[in-house]
Nanobody, 115 residues
Framework: QVQLVESGGGLVQPGGSLRLSCAAS????????MGWYRQAPGKQRELVAR???????NYVDSVKGRFTISRDNAQNTVYLQMNGLKPDDTAVYYC?????????WGQGTQVTVSS
């Protein structure tokens, strides 16, 4: 059983920062990619950022220069540092991981950017 537990969401004012964490636990051999997605009300889930096991990253254009994804392989944890937050970043953020061709999802954490 693989479990992903996210934390770090909340309410923040425009221009503020949040750091999301996602820790994987359970029985798995090796984690390949890890990532963060988000889903705003009435919209499809979209990829925000992704990081490979070797540390290669990619980001959706709307967050480039503001968000940074990182991971701690020893702790099976992925992070998303979000700076310069905008109201359009408001969404439920989900982490995912891929291992042996299987994709697993966290339960989601709410991020609300509002004054």
């Amino acid at each position: 059983q693989v479990q992903l537990v996210e934390s770090g969401g909340g309410l923040v004012q425009p221009g503020g920062s949040l750091r999301l964490s996602c820790a994987a636990s359970g029985s798995f051999f090796r984690i390949n990619d890890m990532g963060w997605y988000r889903q705003a009300p009435g919209k499809q889930r979209e990829l925000v950022a992704r990081i490979s096991s070797g540390g290669r990253t990619n980001y959706v254009d709307s967050v480039k220069g503001r968000f940074t994804i990182s991971r701690d392989n020893a702790q099976n944890t992925v992070y998303l540092q979000m700076n310069g937050l905008k109201p359009d970043d408001t969404a439920v953020y989900y982490c995912d991981m891929v291992t042996l061709g299987q994709q697993y999802w966290g339960q989601g954490t709410q991020v609300t950017v509002s004054s």
